[in-house]
Structure formats: C-alpha cells, structure tokens
C-alpha cells in the first residue's frame, strides 16, 4: 500500500462473489476520489490477524461481510450506537489511529424501501421473517421510522422472543412481539424476508395469504427473483423488490463514514444490476 493512495477493501469468506469493489469504484469515479478498493479471502479463523495487518499497512476502512461481523465487532477500538445496538460491524473506520465499528445495514435497508421505492413504512404493519444477525442490524431503524407494528417470525420462536426482549427498550410506540410460522394469518402491509433461505429455493412454512396486497421486500438478491419473490408474486403482493438496492445503499454509507462524501446511488443499483 502506498500513502499516497488511501486502499479500502472488503473482508469476507467467501468473498469472490463480492460486487464491493464495483460499487465503490463507481462510488470513487462519481465523486472523483482516488482510492484503492479491493476484495480479500480472509480464513475463517484469521479476521483478526488479517484486519490487524491490512491498518499497520495503511489501510483506511474495511467492509465486512460474512461471516466476519461479529469478528469486526470485538476487533474495533470503538462501536458507534447503531453497531452497538446490532451487535455486529460491517464497516471498520480508521479514524487518528483509531478503529471504530460501524453498521451500515439498517440504514442501507431504510433508504432503499423509503427512499429508492418509495413505500410507506410509517403506521405500516410490518412482518419480519427470520431473528437472526440480518434482522438483528435492521431492527432498530426500522422502529425509528414509526411503524404500527413490527412482527417477528421463526422458524424457532425463542430466537425470535430473545429479538423482542432485546430491541422492547426502543420499541416506544411502536407494538413489538414475535410469532412462529405456524401462527401468522394477520394482515401485513410489508413482510421482509430476513433469512437466506430462498436463495436456495427454501421458503418458510407460512400461510401463502400473508402476501397477498403487501409489500414484499428480500433482504436477499440474485439474477432472478428469489424464491420469496416469486410466491409474493404468485399470490397477490402489491409490489416486491430484492436487496441489491439495499447492498448499494449500505456501501454509500460506508463511503460517506471514510471520504465525507455522499455518492448517488440510483446509477450505480441500475449498473449492477445491467450486470447480473
């Protein structure tokens, strides 16, 4: 690495799949950075070895992807409030010499929904299917957007219960609780899908009417509509999308914490996806 250059990258396993370094060469070109940005295989036991090596070498920030999050965590000097609140970092930030941990998901996931497709979250009734890492680092934006409620579901009911007594404290006005699969039959008007199942063909075993005229949203993304995606649409949903915009919005958030600067997103989601 050299000084001249501030070098970022994203640390993962696997992590050949990454479209990171696409989306923040483009980020770079639209806001006329010079930076470096490159994808790293890190061994499942190495994270801290690794992250270590990459700042004594001069690297200015890392993204962090599975299954390396809680690793980034406890390696941070400092957790901004929302890294605290997930209890996971998927942004490192060297800032004076100091590492800080940040998590960019529940935002990245915000701005997509309200802002790229402009679907209505305040007073909605909202289902979350899945209480695992991904649900964890939503939860808490998406009470702050002041929904009617929030519902989680799955498949163990007592993941989902230990979600509920962790994020009741934030909850305010908004009704928080959990269910399992099994007992869902009220009427969402937004269900996201927190797990990863359906990217490999797998869905939850819930009642097919939970779809019908709400808004379906996977956290997940591939070439063709996931397996959520496709049941949403078979039975009647008002409109689906996938995560990819919520990829992109993520990683702008990253770019904003290391340069200060707030790239576009709406050119770069268009691109990956002419691309996929």
Not at 20 to 28: N, V
Not at 95 to 115: E, M, Q, S, V
Not at 234 to 257: P, R
Request: hydrophobic share 40%; proline share 3%; net charge negative.
């Amino acid at each position: 690495m050299t000084k001249s250059m501030a070098s970022y990258a994203v640390f993962g396993n696997p992590v050949e799949h990454s479209k990171s370094p696409d989306i923040h060469h483009q980020f770079a070109e639209q806001t006329q950075q010079t930076m470096r940005y490159q994808k790293q295989l890190v061994a499942v036991d190495g994270f801290e070895m690794a992250a270590q090596k990459f700042f004594d070498q001069g690297g200015s920030g890392l993204n962090i992807t599975v299954p390396f999050k809680l690793d980034a965590y406890h390696f941070a000097a400092q957790l901004t409030e929302r890294a605290t609140t997930a209890g996971a970092v998927n942004t490192l930030i060297k800032k004076d010499d100091i590492i800080i941990g940040d998590n960019t998901d529940g935002c990245g996931l915000l701005r997509d929904i309200r802002d790229n497709l402009q679907w209505p979250l305040a007073q909605q009734n909202i289902l979350i299917l899945g209480a695992g890492g991904a649900v964890q680092g939503i939860l808490a934006p998406l009470l702050a957007a002041k929904p009617q409620s929030i519902t989680i579901a799955n498949r163990t009911l007592k993941k989902a219960q230990t979600l509920v007594e962790q994020f009741q404290p934030l909850a305010d006005t908004v009704s928080l609780s959990c269910l399992d699969y099994a007992a869902l039959d009220g009427q969402y008007t937004l269900i996201i899908n927190g797990t990863s199942a359906s990217l490999a063909g797998q869905l939850p075993a819930v009642n097919s009417l939970i779809y019908h005229q709400a808004y379906c949203y996977d956290m997940m993304y591939s070439q063709g509509a996931t397996a959520f995606l496709q049941q949403a649409n078979e039975y009647g949903a008002q409109a689906t999308a996938d995560g990819l915009g919520m990829l992109v919005e993520q990683a702008a958030e990253s770019f904003y914490q290391w340069r200060k600067l707030r790239p576009t997103t709406e050119s770069v989601i268009a691109s990956i996806r002419d691309a996929m």
